[in-house]
Antibody
Framework: QVQLVESGGGVVQPGRSLRLSCGVS????????MHWVRQSPGKGLDWVAV????????YYADSVKGRFTISRDNSKNTLYLQMDSLRVEDTAVYYC??????????????????WGQGTRVTVSS | EIQMTQSPSSLSASVGDRVTITCRAS??????LNWYQQKVGKAPNLLIY???NLQSGVPSRFSGSGSGTDFTLTISSLQPEDFATYYC?????????FGQGTKVEIK
């Protein structure tokens, strides 16, 4: 059974740091892109970051670039999100999501495939 | 950054109605467009990928169309379990971006 389980959320003051973890089981973690996606209270979905299957490449939303770092440990089947210089507007539920590449008429299309249940981060003084 | 705009933001419909949601990209994204369904308190779920391909296990009453900048999600006959929020998302280029969502409510 495929499972993605986030942890590490909580309440933190602006300017402080927090590290989220996502433990994965039930599929070959090292073969897949992994993403973080967040959702502020009552708001829509906001893509945060992605890391390549081998951990060597990553991309970020402009809103978190320079403050957040996505990484993975394939030996531990775990994804991380290091969040520094947190702001009130970073308050959200953070989802760990596995990426999948769908092949459509010979073209690869990436999707957000399997989602964790989310972990809540509240940034407040 | 590619902006994704959905319309309407919300709609009220009855069971059995045909429902159409549109999504427009700020520049051409070919068919790199996916649709997700999110029910209250749950994580989103992939419905359609590459604009028109139904994800495994998704009922055939859901369909998608479009390419370039204009896309449509259609529910041919709305069922009680379809009341949810729907999001489009482009995977043409990073940063990936979502539409603001369309909430489908019971009339």
């Amino acid at each position: 059974q495929v499972q993605l389980v986030e942890s590490g959320g909580g309440v933190v003051q602006p300017g402080r740091s927090l590290r989220l973890s996502c433990g994965v089981s039930g599929f070959t973690f090292s073969r897949y892109l992994m993403h973080w996606v967040r959702q502020s209270p009552g708001k829509g979905l906001d893509w945060v970051a992605v890391v390549s299957s081998d951990g060597t490449k990553n991309y970020y939303a402009d809103s978190v670039k320079g403050r957040f770092t996505i990484s993975r440990d394939n030996s531990k089947n775990t994804l991380y999100l290091q969040m520094d210089s947190l702001r009130v507007e970073d308050t959200a539920v953070y989802y760990c999501v596995s990426g999948e590449s769908m092949i459509v008429r010979g073209v690869k299309v990436d999707v957000l495939d399997i989602w964790g249940q989310g972990t809540r981060v509240t940034v407040s003084s | 950054e590619i902006q994704m705009t959905q319309s309407p933001s919300s709609l009220s419909a009855s069971v059995g109605d045909r429902v159409t949601i549109t999504c427009r990209a700020s520049q051409s994204i070919s068919n790199y467009l996916n649709w997700y369904q999110q029910k209250v308190g749950k994580a989103p779920n992939l419905l359609i990928y590459a604009a028109s391909n139904l994800q495994s296990g998704v009922p055939s009453r859901f369909s998608g169309s479009g390419s370039g900048t204009d896309f449509t999600l259609t529910i041919s006959s709305l069922q009680p379990e379809d009341f949810a929020t729907y999001y489009c998302q482009q995977s043409d280029s990073t940063p990936w971006t979502f539409g603001q969502g369309t909430k489908v409510e019971i009339k």
